[in-house]
């Protein structure tokens, strides 16, 4: 059987990778510890620094469907709970708790002083290591703290620095993605001494707007505010910036990947592209802790199945399948194949092709959508009744022929847009056709013309 | 949400299994966006009668058989539900559909209140046809008001559909037998559309027909909805198709204690929908198959009736109402009154796409074309008709 247990930075125990994100899960320490009763590895409390008063409402969210929270929104700030509190709790919780990692997450005004104090505060109080929140974009910006710092890289060096100077434990960076270049301040974190970076935080946003009263969500009394996205709909983004910082060479820090993780599917992504940890928020506000048993369970069942004892195993694995376009074969060519004995005749592979693509699927005797569609019009149909109509109606649901699509596989680009819209799983499938052609980039080409 | 499961199909077999052809994908993505009153026209847009197709469609066989879901193992998109929302919401909601004004010189009759008619006049209304509705009936309708089942369709209902069609600027001329008429309607009217439906249900040419407690199943449903009537304690309905199976469960919503069906061939043979079977079946209906009516006994009012079986046997079911549902007749003798319609079989002969007759100034749609369908039938037909007469008096006509 698989084994989960984790060593982040070379420091940070925990028996496994799935840590609660700094935020409202892990607000106090009886929800940290029903979380650990439940099976998450670690916690990342809820930012502590000098308490400040939150707004109601804070959270908004972006449904797709009837699929509830795709994406969330919240304006929330860091801890409202008094700092001797929260640190108690700590306390207790590691006490109680001696081989889960509790990492405390920081954030204090812009002073040498301010941070120093934090720093020892929360070690003595028994934390496993500190993250210090650069990250944060609403509200606690506004007062030069959270993704002020994490959006200039000189301040985020300088404010690394100043924590190195006290701290014990292994330090993160957690890194804001609103910013053009996450390597930079990866860097300057790296250059500041930080032992690992956590990434990525929320995303600037604005959720929506409720069209009967023109008040963007989340509604503050009539007004809104700019918050932080975070939820299953960032997760591409944040695979992008945890992959960004994962090679580059003059960063070289471990990290814990947050974004968009719902359940042991995207927490394999991310370990795929060197993360050693993952940290998750939006699941657990939406589904409970309950949730990592499936976690553990289908990771460990994935890794059986692959043959990985362990998360080194496979940590990093996908990392050198992402290279730059330029270092793409162009001689690859695939085309779309559609099985007749399992398409359901919903064409809308067809109109996708026609409209959003290459023009290269077609229905026989048809020259354009519009000609099918317009045959279709004209067609007299009446309700089936066996009495006046003199045969049994036909109970069969067979996909009628002349609905089924043909590709043009010399036209076909290979593009994928028809795989991507059928529904029917394995109806469309993409395979291989030989070119004749060796592997070729398009660097090598330009090389091989001059 | 049921509107977002609808995959959207391109030129989606439900819109053309609708008679009507109503752009299914397109009204059910707008109630999903939430535009209920665009997701309304675009089913009016198609049929007129959307509201009553949307309770009495047998969707089955047709959007709901055609849905591509049955071939992914899924439950077809309940089409149906969904356009009934889209119809209730617009029923609440001041309802209204854009006309032309009324710049046509030339003038149609529609004879007949029922849904070929009301689908063919408002098809006129928006191509600035003046259309007059004539009906023998004093309420309007026809078989949408009179006929269908009252659990599938309230007369309230099909009054609102004529009242959008009266708000196109339609005129309704109620209570004339246009039968007698026909030669001033000839007079008057640039061109007429017979939506004249099926006549009276068959005889059965069996003694005791005329006993008092012996009454056509069409006369029971349309007494049942729009008006008081009297149910037998036992009945028993005579065939075995959808308007038997109305009457047995009408008289069954007006309390009668046993009711049964008697069927002269099997449960296979059976022409109802499936649906209204186990809704009979449900009802506590008995059902006798293979069994033949030979005479009703009573002194006064219907006692009994006298049945056979096959094998000869003969037995008796008492009861004090006996309702046939065996099919309607045929216009015949109206019909001849219009020259040069040609008739066959009973049912009058058009061309389908445009609904003309043999005499080009008659158009004709609905049951007395088809020998008797759905609504959504009747309301293509109309709705077809309505263009070609449109098409044919500019064409024609100037």
Same mark, same amino acid.
Do not use: Y
């Given at each position: 059987m698989a084994d989960l247990s984790t060593l982040f930075a070379g420091r940070i125990r925990c028996p496994n990778p799935f840590w609660l994100a700094s935020g409202p899960p892990a607000n106090c320490g009886d929800q940290v510890m029903r979380a650990f009763d439940a099976g998450w590895g670690g916690a990342v409390w809820k930012t502590l620094g000098e308490p400040i008063v939150n707004v109601s409402s804070r959270y908004s969210s972006v449904d797709l469907n009837g699929q509830r929270m795709m994406g969330l929104n919240n304006i929330e700030l860091i801890t409202d709970r008094p700092l001797d509190v929260n640190l108690r709790e700590i306390g207790e919780v590691k006490k109680r708790y001696p081989h889960h990692a509790v990492i405390a997450s920081l954030m204090v005004e812009s002073r040498r002083e301010a941070w120093h104090e934090i720093v020892r505060r929360s070690e003595d109080a028994g934390a496993d290591g500190l993250e210090l929140n650069?990250?944060?974009?609403?509200?606690?910006s506004e007062r030069g703290m959270g993704s002020a710092v994490g959006q200039v890289p000189e301040y985020c060096a300088m404010i690394t620095e100043w924590v190195k100077e006290v701290a014990r434990t292994p330090v993160l960076v957690k890194l804001t993605?609103?910013?053009?270049?996450?390597r930079r301040v990866a860097r300057a974190a790296r250059k500041g001494g930080a032992d690992g970076l956590s990434a990525i935080n929320t995303i600037n946003s604005i959720? #929506?707007?409720? &069209?009967?009263?023109?008040?963007?969500?989340?509604?503050v009394d009539g007004l809104s505010a700019h918050g932080g996205y975070c939820g299953p709909a960032v997760k591409p983004i944040a695979l992008h910036m945890v992959q960004q910082i994962a090679v580059d060479p003059e960063v070289g820090l471990p990290v814990s990947g947050i974004g968009g993780i719902s359940g042991w599917r995207e927490a394999a992504e991310f370990l795929l592209l060197g993360c050693q940890s993952v940290q998750l928020c939006t699941a657990p506000m939406h589904w409970?802790?309950?949730?990592v048993e499936d976690m553990i369970d289908g990771l460990k069942n994935w890794m059986d199945e692959k043959g990985f004892r362990t998360v080194e195993d496979f940590r #990093?694995?996908? &990392?050198?399948?992402?290279?730059?376009?330029?270092?793409?074969?162009?001689n690859y060519k695939i085309v779309a194949r559609i099985d007749p004995d399992t398409?359901?005749?919903?064409d809308l592979c067809y109109i996708a092709c026609w409209?959003?693509?290459?023009?290269?699927i077609h229905i026989d005797g048809h020259a354009s959508p519009e000609s099918f569609a317009e045959a279709s019009r004209r067609r007299i149909a009446t309700t089936p009744i066996p009495k006046l109509d003199g045969v049994a109606e036909n109970g069969s649901h067979k996909t009628p022929p002349e609905r089924i699509p043909c590709v043009d596989e010399d036209e076909c680009?290979?593009?994928n847009l028809c795989w991507l819209v059928?529904?029917?799983?394995?109806?469309i499938s993409m395979e291989r056709v030989e070119t004749g052609l060796p592997a070729q980039s398009w660097e090598q080409r330009m090389e091989s013309k001059c | 949400m049921e509107a977002s499961?609808?995959?959207?199909?391109?030129?989606?077999p439900c819109t053309a299994a609708c008679p009507t052809h109503i752009d299914v994908p397109r009204f059910i993505k707008k109630i999903a966006t939430g535009n209920l009153r665009g997701s309304a026209l675009t089913i009016l847009d198609s049929n007129l009668l959307g509201l009553s197709c949307s309770r009495v469609c047998p969707v089955d066989v047709l959007c709901e058989g055609a849905c591509v879901m049955h071939r992914y193992n899924k439950q077809p998109i309940e089409i149906g539900r969904l356009q009934r929302a889209a119809m209730d919401w617009f029923y609440a909601h001041n309802p209204s559909l854009p006309v032309a004004p009324e710049n046509r010189a030339k003038r149609v009759a529609c004879i007949g209140a029922g849904p070929a008619s009301l689908a063919c006049a408002a098809e006129l209304r928006r191509r600035g046809y003046p259309a007059v509705i004539f009906d023998?009936?004093?309420?309007?309708?026809g078989l949408n008001t009179y006929g269908i089942a009252e659990y599938k369709l309230r007369p309230p209902d099909s009054l609102k559909e004529v009242e959008l069609v009266r708000s196109m600027g339609v005129e309704f001329r109620l209570g004339v037998e246009a039968f007698a008429k026909i030669e001033a309607i000839e007079c008057e009217f640039d061109a007429i559309f017979l939506g004249i439906g099926l006549g009276p249900t068959h005889r059965l040419?069996?003694?005791?027909?005329?006993?008092?407690?012996?009454?056509?199943a069409l006369r029971f449903i349309a007494d049942y909805k729009t008006s008081s009537i009297p149910v037998g304690r036992r009945v028993v309905v005579i065939g075995a198709g959808n308007t038997a199976i109305d009457a047995a469960t009408a008289a069954k919503r007006l309390g009668a204690q046993e009711i049964h069906i008697v069927y002269r061939r099997g449960e296979a043979e059976m022409p109802a929908f499936e649906y209204e079977y186990e809704i009979a079946k449900l009802d506590g209906i008995v059902f006798h198959w293979w069994t033949q009516v030979k005479r009703i006994h009573g002194?006064?009012?219907?006692?009994s009736i006298e049945c056979a079986r096959p094998d000869g046997t003969i037995f008796n079911l008492a009861c004090d109402m006996v309702i046939p549902a065996i099919g309607q007749s045929r216009l015949v003798d109206f019909l001849a009154r219009?020259?040069?319609?040609e008739v066959r079989e009973g049912r009058v002969v058009i061309n389908?796409?445009?609904?003309?007759?043999?005499?080009?100034?008659y158009f004709a749609g609905g049951d007395c074309v088809n020998g008797g369908r759905e609504v959504v039938d009747a309301a293509a037909d109309g709705k077809r008709a309505g263009i070609g007469i449109a098409q044919w008096l500019e064409a024609d006509h100037g």
């Open positions: 650069f990250g944060c974009p609403h509200g606690m993605p609103n910013i053009t270049d996450i959720t #929506g707007i409720d &069209l009967d009263t023109f008040i963007p969500r989340p509604n409970g802790f309950r949730i #990093g694995l996908s &990392l050198p399948r992402i290279q730059d376009w330029k270092d793409l074969n162009l398409c359901i005749g919903c409209d959003g693509a290459h023009q290269c680009v290979g593009c059928c529904p029917v799983e394995d109806c | 499961r609808c995959l959207f199909c391109f030129d989606a023998r009936n004093p309420l309007p309708g040419g069996i003694p005791g027909e005329d006993l008092p407690g012996f009454i056509d002194s006064e009012s219907v006692e219009c020259r040069g319609v389908r796409e445009t609904g003309q007759t043999e005499n080009r100034k």
